[in-house]
């Protein structure tokens, strides 16, 4: 099966236009499953859920409350534009009658529909999904709890995997909690650095499996600030088509981006914009840092075999993000629309350029909210702290030891 899409400047290669995309077939994942993955079946009763919306359907199929005996009559919520600077206007973002019915019954582990619909059109727009080209939208409880899901779904222990250094440290103990084997790529102010990614799949030990995947944080990376250039990800593209990992992007700043020059297409969007095979992508993305870290609410964007993989290991843990939050968001974002939702997003990002700019006046971070500093600090005494190099210096511990204890 093949696409053809526009591409933008971006998108083009050496001065040519690229070939027409080809999607991966869904045999090709099956090596990259975990063992839990491949023998976790669907949930007899949640895969049967979608069919509850067929028209006429009298479903007695799961064991839902009858929403009469629900005390609550109406959620509302007042919020500002999407320019509050230039419109005060405050609205009111209500749920009552049927959509309050909806918004306190259980749904689909992919999430309430009219949201995936509207994310999916978002992505449509923003990082060139399209229909056939065998990817698709799932609703989570923020990209964090998404990631965990993902990775128990597609790593064994002892399985390798690539990080850029340094690397988001909240992803650190679910990784060592896997027991797989960490391995680092040096990044600079370009972000991931390619070359020293080639050398080391060249140098990879012929006797050991190749590293399965690559987890990236390419906008405003947690915690260093840089941003992955266009070159960068290109590099970065090919490598995976060469070596056969799947990149598990992690970006909950992509729409945080406040810098000068034009922003770098997403690993999504330019794997499509490149031609060649299409599918090597996981895609993460978060409202927490755009509307509320509270509402806990993320999707993932990707191949439709491996997102049903993910979504099972969700079935039997939370079985579907909390609706009313869900459905409350659905209401803003239909209300704003995706042009709405953008600016207002870019106001969220302007916010933190004007904070970035009290404590440097170059493009960095040109994205997200990190300023790194790193404390050189000896590696000896009581204060130190384990990394995936060994020890260093350079830790909580001496934040909590040596700063707070002792008052610092």
């Not at 994942?29 to 919306?53: H, T």
């Not at 009298?58 to 109406?74: D, V």
Request: proline share 8%; aromatic share 8%.
């Amino acid at each position: 099966m093949t696409i053809e899409k526009p591409t933008s400047q971006n998108g083009i290669v050496n001065g040519k236009l690229p070939s027409p995309s080809r999607v991966l077939p869904n045999d090709i994942y099956l090596s990259f499953l975990s063992d839990v993955a491949k023998a976790r079946k669907p949930a007899p009763i949640r895969s049967l859920i979608p069919m509850e919306s067929k028209p006429g359907m009298l479903s007695m199929l799961a064991g839902k409350p009858n929403p009469s005996t629900y005390p609550f009559t109406r959620i509302t919520m007042t919020v500002k534009s999407p320019s509050p600077l230039s419109d005060p206007t405050l609205t009111d973002i209500e749920l009552g009658g049927e959509d309050l019915t909806t918004a306190l019954q259980y749904s689909m582990t992919s999430g309430l529909p009219a949201l995936v619909e509207w994310m999916t059109e978002l992505a449509a727009q923003v990082h060139d999904i399209a229909p056939g080209d065998g990817a698709r939208v799932s609703m989570g409880s923020g990209s964090q709890d998404l990631l965990y899901k993902a990775f128990s779904a597609l790593i064994n222990r002892g399985d390798s995997i690539i990080v850029e250094a340094p690397t988001y440290p909240g992803i650190l103990p679910v990784m060592d909690s896997l027991g797989c084997n960490i391995v680092e790529v040096a990044s600079d102010d370009e972000g991931i650095v390619s070359s020293s990614l080639s050398r080391l799949l060249e140098s990879w030990p012929p006797e050991k499996p190749l590293p399965k995947l690559l987890y990236t944080i390419p906008y405003g990376a947690n915690p260093t600030g840089m941003t992955t250039s266009l070159a960068r990800r290109q590099e970065v593209l090919k490598l995976a088509r060469k070596y056969n990992f799947l990149i598990l992007e992690d970006d909950p700043y992509y729409h945080l981006y406040f810098g000068s020059a034009a922003p770098p297409a997403s690993y999504f969007s330019l794997e499509r914009r490149m031609g060649g095979d299409i599918g090597r992508v996981l895609r993460f993305d978060s409202l927490s840092k755009i509307l509320a870290a509270g509402f806990r609410l993320g999707w993932i964007t990707g191949p439709d075999y491996l997102v049903a993989q993910i979504e099972r290991h969700v079935m039997p843990h939370r079985q579907c993000s909390r609706l009313y939050i869900t459905s409350i968001v659905l209401k803003l974002l239909q209300s704003w629309g995706i042009s709405g939702f953008l600016t207002h997003a870019k106001s969220v990002a302007e916010f933190y350029r004007q904070k970035r700019d009290v404590f440097e006046t170059v493009d960095y971070p040109n994205a997200a909210m990190f300023y790194w500093i790193k404390l050189k600090l000896p590696p000896s005494g009581s204060v130190k702290c384990k990394t995936v190099k060994g020890y260093e210096g350079d830790s909580n511990v001496f934040i909590e030891h040596n700063a707070m204890r002792k008052g610092c």
